[in-house]
């Protein structure tokens, strides 16, 4: 590993460290299964992935995954409770990831809507050239 990557990943895992200290909400330490896929997703034939919670508060989620998401990375999450219920359905935002010794990954997401929201709304530019 060159001495640039290594540098990024030293500071990426020192984001992660404060991010994870500075924890405003309560964690509830719970496991449940997650459903999830990329959003949007970038192949037609691309399925859902499973996960499990680690924990889970008013705002997100920490989650065991069997492959490594990037921060920024927005995931439609489906989250069934113990009797197969949809709990959670909505789209998420990666906050931090890391891997694990086991070759797994770890990652805190955080909700931005459930389904039956407003959608997000489009931002277009306004070309004010054409307004004369």
């Not at 500075?22 to 496991?31: K, L, S």
């Not at 959003?39 to 037609?44: C, D, E, Q, S, V």
């Not at 680690?54 to 705002?59: A, I, K, L, N, V």
Request: aromatic share 4%; with cysteine; hydrophobic share 35%.
């Amino acid at each position: 590993m060159n001495p640039a990557s290594q540098l990024q990943k030293s500071e990426a895992l020192k984001r992660e460290t404060t991010y994870a200290a500075t924890r405003a909400e309560p964690r509830e330490q719970t496991v449940h299964v997650v459903e999830y896929s990329r959003y949007p997703r970038r192949l037609a034939n691309e399925g859902r992935h499973v996960a499990y919670t680690q924990d889970r508060s008013e705002g997100g989620l920490g989650l065991d995954l069997a492959e490594r998401v990037w921060p920024g990375e927005l995931l439609q999450i489906t989250l069934r409770d113990i009797d197969g219920r949809v709990s959670i359905d909505g789209l998420a935002r990666v906050v931090w990831c890391r891997e694990t010794k086991e070759g797994r990954a770890e990652a805190g997401i955080s909700m931005l809507r459930e389904s039956g929201e407003r959608p997000m709304m489009r931002v277009r530019r306004r070309n004010t050239a054409l307004r004369r």
